[in-house]
């Protein structure tokens, strides 16, 4: 689908919701794309990318942003410890905080580093065993300590189970951050944007929806 149609659905929706027009982030994730998508998404002026893996970032953005001015990527898969420098050098925002040692590390590296990527939370909503992500029961526990070691903390990140119903889950998130005092809320996919966008999301992580179908890596 054209970057355009989805941002007049996304403008649609915020109407919908009573909500600001603009006051959603577009974050198109374009994980495995291959670079003419991406290239063609840059050239239509949008700035706003996503990707899942460091790794893949790291081989991939570098060179768009020799080409290209403004680039805000945000990582939204994943984190190991081993790769938080690197992912603190490429990125502008991590959505994927998910557990103590990373956030320490994440701490002790914007000490030395003098800076630090705006950091969202993950919430396993769905509490599933395989999904990472803090328990929402932990989750404000989390925060604070968080909060505690100086990192910015900007939101909360979610990514519901398949086949249950995603309002659930997106509200659920929203009630967790409204708690924590937390703005940020980054959920909704290609298939549930507006459902997100209805129940607060600040940014939304699309994908396949603007780029087409992922090619299997
Ligand atoms: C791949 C991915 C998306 C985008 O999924 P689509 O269904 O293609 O829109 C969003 N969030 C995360 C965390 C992802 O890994």
Redesign the pocket.
């Known amino acids: 689908m054209p970057l355009d149609d989805i941002k007049t659905r996304i403008a649609a929706a915020e109407q919908a919701a009573g909500r600001v027009a603009g006051s959603t982030c577009l974050i198109a994730?374009s994980?495995v794309q291959p670079a003419q998508r991406v290239e063609a998404v840059l050239q239509q002026g949008h700035r706003c990318f996503?990707e899942?893996r460091v790794q893949e970032a790291a081989g991939k953005w570098p060179d768009f942003r020799e080409h290209y001015d403004g680039i805000d990527l945000h990582l939204?898969?994943p984190l190991q410890t081993n790769k938080a420098r690197q992912a603190m050098d490429l990125c502008n925002a991590i959505h994927s905080v998910d557990r103590v040692k990373l956030a320490g590390t994440l701490a002790r590296l914007a000490q030395e580093r003098g800076g630090c990527p705006d950091l969202f939370i993950q919430v396993n909503t769905g509490e599933e065993v395989q999904k990472a992500g803090i328990l929402p029961d932990d989750a404000d526990a989390f925060v604070a300590s968080c909060r505690g070691m100086d990192l910015p903390v900007v939101g909360l990140m979610c990514?519901p189970p398949v086949g249950e119903e995603p309002a659930l889950h997106f509200s659920l998130l929203a009630k967790i951050a409204a708690r924590n005092g937390l703005d940020g809320l980054s959920m909704g996919?290609?298939?549930d944007f507006e459902t997100a966008i209805a129940l607060g999301a600040t940014h939304v992580?699309?994908?396949?929806?603007i780029f087409g179908t992922?090619v299997a890596p």
């Open positions: 994730v994980k996503g899942n939204i898969g990514i996919m290609s298939a992580r699309v994908g396949s929806a992922r």
